[in-house]
Every structure is written in structure tokens, then in C-alpha cells.
């Protein structure tokens, strides 16, 4: 499925960010040696911190939230690339680099990597805390105590924050031009019963639930590409976590 320029599954860029890190702090130069224009290693290791921190800030379509860092990365990346083309031979950036003081210039480096990873730190921090901050309390489910009831026993109340792919399954695939159109929809009509078209599913007991709430587990039979579209708002920032969304209940045959 062709991904989404505002929304990919949240693990997913959790892991791309964490691969991050561990690429950069493995890729820290040595800063007990002076920089040497014939040092591999240290080409190698600049080449491999520009590649990432690329990917980086092509991640930053992945969620917004990760602007904050784009203006430090960019800076280091330039940075990163005028000592490259000095490592290269380049005679003119090689007269900068006589210019600079070989140890600071690599301690320079480490710190803005560090000041990079701790802010992707606090970033898979909080995107965590949007997948698992329903999963609080003794029982996984707990959270659900004080779900509403719906007047009629023939729906019940999802959180679009149980949108998530860690709780809700879907009976069918996604269709991308499907997705689109969602995005075209205010958020009013999406969360609207639809009385033909109704969104329907069912709730299943995870592991960890307790039988005296509700399941935790979701899935949806009909309606998938309203509720991926009201989760993707709801890791946008543009819907409250806690808001209720109708569902009418319906089993898979």
C-alpha cells in the first residue's frame, strides 16, 4: 500500500527513529585523534552520519513533531559534508579544515549528536505514550471502567485512542484511494453514525484484561478507513484522544 506523506503505523517509525540512534552513536568520531585527511575510518564514519541523519529528516514527513530537530540536523549534516569534501582531497576545504582544531571539532560533532539522540529519545517517549498511555492501571483494560453505554445494546463506544495497531485489527485490507477520500471529510462527519453505512465491529479480551471491563481488543468489521483516518488525527493532535466513536456490533462469519 502506498504510504500516507502525513501518517505511517506509529511502531513503525518508532523503530526507524531507534535504528537512528543507535546508527548515530555508533557512528561517533574518536575524539581522542586529530582528524586526518588519510583516515578511512573516519571518512567512512562521517559518510555514515550523513546517510542517516538523510533519513532522519526524511522521516520528519512521518510526523510533525519531529520538525523540532530538523534545524539541528541540518546544520550538522552541512557541517558534516564541508569536512567530508575536506577528507576528500578538496584543496579548498582541506585549507578550512588545517584551519580547525582537529580534537574539538570531533568532540563538536559527538555533542550535537548527543543533543540529536536525546531529543529523539524524548520523541519515541511520547509517541509511546499515545500508543500505551490506555494501558494504565492493574488489569490492561482498566481504563475502560467508565466507558459510556450507548442507549441501545446493539452498538458500543470505542476511544479513537484505541485506534491504535496495537489494539485494533482490521477484517480488510486497506485501500489507499479509499484513505484519500477519508481525508477529504471533516472530522464531525467522519464521527457521525452513518445509519447505512454504519462503522461495526467487536470487542475481544486481550491477555491482561480483566472480564469485569470491557475487552480491550478491537476489531472492525466495516468503517476501517474512517477509523484509521480518525486515529491518524488523533497522532496529528487534531482529536482528542478520549473522544467516543459509535459502533455498531458485528461479528466476522
Do not use: C
Not at 9 to 34: F, M, Q, W, Y
Amino acid at each position: 500500500m502506498p504510504r500516507d506523506d502525513s501518517f505511517y503505523l506509529l511502531e513503525e517509525t518508532i523503530e526507524l527513529v531507534r535504528e537512528i540512534e543507535r546508527n548515530l552513536e555508533l557512528n561517533r568520531l574518536d575524539p581522542a585523534k586529530e582528524l586526518d585527511l588519510g583516515d578511512d575510518e573516519t571518512r567512512k564514519r562521517i559518510h555514515a552520519l550523513i546517510t542517516n541523519l538523510d533519513i532522519l529528516l526524511s522521516a520528519e514527513r512521518r510526523d510533525p513533531r519531529l520538525l523540532r530537530l530538523v534545524v539541528q540536523v541540518k546544520g550538522l549534516k552541512e557541517f558534516l559534508q564541508v569536512l567530508q569534501k575536506a577528507l576528500s582531497g578538496s584543496a579548498l576545504y582541506s585549507q578550512w579544515l588545517q584551519k580547525q582544531k582537529g580534537i574539538r571539532t570531533k568532540k563538536e560533532v559527538n555533542r550535537a549528536i548527543d543533543r540529536i539522540v536525546s531529543g529523539l529519545d524524548e520523541w519515541v517517549r511520547i509517541a509511546e505514550e499515545n500508543v500505551h498511555a490506555h494501558r494504565k492501571g492493574a488489569a490492561k483494560n482498566e481504563y475502560l471502567e467508565n466507558l459510556p453505554v450507548p442507549d441501545s445494546p446493539d452498538y458500543f463506544y470505542v476511544m479513537v485512542k484505541e485506534l491504535n495497531p496495537l489494539q485494533t485489527k482490521y477484517l480488510h485490507p486497506l485501500d489507499p484511494r479509499q484513505l484519500e477520500n477519508q481525508k477529504k471529510r471533516s472530522t464531525e462527519d467522519l464521527l457521525k453514525p452513518d445509519p447505512t453505512d454504519p462503522v461495526s465491529g467487536y470487542r475481544v479480551f486481550e491477555p491482561g484484561d480483566k472480564t469485569i471491563y470491557p475487552g480491550s481488543g478491537i476489531r472492525i468489521i466495516n468503517g476501517h478507513h474512517r477509523t484509521f483516518e480518525l486515529y491518524r488525527r488523533y497522532l496529528n493532535g487534531k482529536l482528542d484522544g478520549n473522544t467516543l466513536l459509535l459502533v455498531r456490533k458485528k461479528y466476522a462469519v
